[in-house]
């Protein structure tokens, strides 16, 4: 299919760029380069309007630019490795992104900073960026954000991120407010063993639901009603989400009328059924819900009041409607309520109510709300003027933004098998600064994944300035040097968000423990474990340093203490606590009752590994004859 794909996209590639050369000869021959009038009549013969075939060809740079960067996208991410192809990616993106392609200019800024097909440079990296956002680029505008944010190679500022921040909300928010919804991102994280055993694959879930509705399971009935409605996980389609919800109604289920209602109150005009807009059927159902007191339909009341849909305008009874489905927890509700008073629209203008409801609205996920209260506080209106927290809103929102299926696409890679599309699609919403998309491509390059078919001239070549010559060829031991550097410094901008993620701040204090790519830092070693100290894993190292005396006091019953809380937190410590407490009580007696001062050595062994061996060869002898018991 790649190859069909690609074959026709060159040919009409050629097509359009000889179209657009012999169109530009033309046009040099009738008008003069310095020509100031474009406006000028030529006095070249009138051309016939071109055919149906020949104005289905693209004609603009553009267009070819646009052509060029589709081409560009199915050689960099193509899920075959056969296909793929970085070297051309590049020469097609760098194409596209001089011709004007705002998505190309994107492309180039993010190999720029990744090292990826060209040599890393942090300055023409931020050059792309600022070409791409002024050019409407989304994914750039929040690299900038959080780069501005971060101070990471340009000016640290909270003003000038939040303006870039701002931009994106607005495209969110639009989005959701005239679809109801947005895309599901899964933001796995790839560290999280637990998570990805038990994920199951959308058809899995899907048919869950399918089973437990047709047993008359009513909360499945919904489920399924939604998700045919948006096409989530499923392919969308308006009458299965009637069906479902209709039936879930009748079996008593008041959520039923409400989604009902919803449905027919925004329409559905996408998938293979079309439900146009029906005012009065909305009403019937809401109605039918609002009897038994269920928030969806309350809201959806106060909704058709507020805009006169189906019912005469009723301000009051819109807020009447709205305080009641607010008072039930309905996050939609209290936006609506949030932006009455806010705005004082129906009721009295409160800023103070405002702030609560749409505070509340917030804290439940309602994306409208973040976005409101980034303005409330970007703009000191109804709400202290603090950009921190505007930022901190509108990023909530950005992050919701389609642009994200890149994560969702990662996830799909990684489990396939196809590692280097999956680092790829990590590495673009890491540079957007989105945490899961830092922590899973750190993770991913810590392991040496996803590297086999990335051109490896320029990759990772953070510590020493870029040296053509040097990295023509380079080593494997350098190579992995590099992964580590970026896997490096790619944890530490995971450690740095808020909330931060607590096993890139372990790893870090591993990096430093071992001199990974770094000096070896004891001192920063234990300081980054006593940050993540309710983490299993950074408990049972400080056990072990203090059992040790590892730049921490040597200290037998601290050490007892920190391996116990990490079994306490962790099943999966238990049995590496256990074995460490086994092999600190031998020590704790023999320092205590054989021998005292210098660490104790049997020929070239500490005493602490012939311990632990002594205690694994017992563990191993106890598990043979338990298994050999008759």
């Not at 047993?215 to 009458?239: C, F, H, P, W």
């Not at 049997?602 to 018991?629: E, M, P, S, Y």
Request: proline share 3%; charged share 20%; glycine share 8%.
């Amino acid at each position: 299919a790649f190859e069909m794909k690609t074959a026709t996209k060159l040919v009409l590639l050629w097509i359009t760029i000889t179209a657009l050369s012999a169109a530009e000869d033309e046009t040099a021959q009738a008008i003069p380069t310095d020509a100031a009038d474009t406006n000028t009549p030529s006095s070249q013969p009138q051309q016939p309007p071109p055919t149906e075939t020949q104005s289905s060809q693209p004609q603009s740079k553009q267009e070819i630019a646009q052509v060029q960067f589709e081409l560009a996208e199915e050689y960099f991410f193509s899920s075959d490795e056969r296909d793929r192809n970085i070297s051309k990616a590049v020469e097609l993106y760098k194409e596209a992104a001089a011709a004007g392609n705002a998505d190309a200019q994107f492309k180039m800024g993010l190999m720029y900073t990744t090292g990826i097909g060209l040599p890393r440079s942090e300055s023409r990296a931020v050059l792309y960026y600022t070409f791409a956002a002024s050019n409407g680029n989304m994914d750039a505008h929040m690299a900038m954000a959080y780069r501005h944010y971060n101070g990471y190679s340009v000016v640290r500022g909270c003003t000038e991120a939040a303006r870039f921040y701002r931009k994106v909300a607005d495209h969110v928010a639009k989005t959701f407010h005239d679809a109801g919804v947005l895309a599901h991102i899964d933001k796995m994280k790839l560290n999280d063993d637990a998570a990805l055993q038990q994920r199951q694959t959308d058809e899995d879930v899907m048919q869950y639901y399918q089973y437990s509705a047709d047993k008359g399971d009513t909360q499945a009935m919904i489920v399924l009603g939604r998700a045919y409605m948006y096409g989530s996980k499923i392919e969308q389609n308006a009458g299965m989400a009637i069906e479902y919800f209709s039936k879930a109604a009748e079996k008593g289920e008041p959520a039923g009328w409400g989604w009902l209602g919803q449905l027919h109150a925004q329409g559905v005009t996408t998938g293979p059924v079309v439900v146009e807009r029906n005012y009065t059927a909305a009403l019937e159902s809401f109605e039918k819900g609002a009897k038994e007191k269920h928030p969806i339909s309350l809201n959806g009341m106060g909704f058709l009041y507020m805009g006169g849909h189906g019912v005469p305008v009723n301000r009051t009874e819109a807020v009447r409607y709205f305080r009641m489905a607010a008072d039930l927890s309905n996050p939609e509700a209290m936006f609506n309520l949030g932006a009455l008073y806010l705005n004082g629209e129906g009721v009295p203008k409160d800023l103070g109510k405002a702030l609560q409801y749409l505070q509340g609205a917030s804290q439940q996920g309602q994306i409208l709300a973040h976005y409101q209260l980034g303005n409330m506080h970007l703009d000191g209106v109804g709400a202290p003027k603090k950009c921190e927290m505007a930022v901190k809103y509108y990023k909530a929102v950005c992050e919701k933004g389609t642009w994200n299926l890149h994560i969702q696409d990662g996830y799909d890679a990684y489990v396939a098998g196809d590692f280097t599309s999956a680092l790829l699609h990590y590495l673009v919403t890491a540079e957007a600064g989105v945490e899961v998309g830092q922590s899973n491509a750190a993770y991913m390059l810590d392991r040496g994944m996803g590297l086999d078919e990335i051109p490896t001239e320029f990759l990772y070549n953070f510590t020493a300035p870029y040296d053509r010559q040097a990295d023509l060829r380079i080593d494997p031991e350098k190579l992995t040097v590099r992964q580590k550097e970026h896997a490096l410094h790619l944890y530490k901008r995971s450690a740095d968000q808020v909330p931060t993620n607590i096993e890139s701040i372990v790893r870090i204090g591993d990096f430093y423990y071992y001199g990974w790519c770094t000096d070896v830092d004891y001192k920063k070693s234990a300081e980054k474990y006593r940050e993540a100290a309710s983490h299993p894993q950074a408990l049972f190292n400080l056990g072990y340093m203090h059992e040790n005396g590892i730049e921490l006091a040597e200290d037998f019953h601290l050490a007892k203490r920190f391996y116990d809380q990490a079994a306490s937190i962790s099943d999966k410590a238990y049995a590496p606590t256990q074995l460490a407490l086994g092999k600190l009580f031998v020590k704790w007696w023999i320092k205590d009752f054989v021998i005292e001062g210098a660490p104790i050595m049997i020929g070239t062994w500490k005493l602490d590994d012939v311990i632990l061996h002594a205690l694994v060869g017992l563990l191993g002898l106890l598990v043979f004859l338990r298994a050999n018991a008759v």
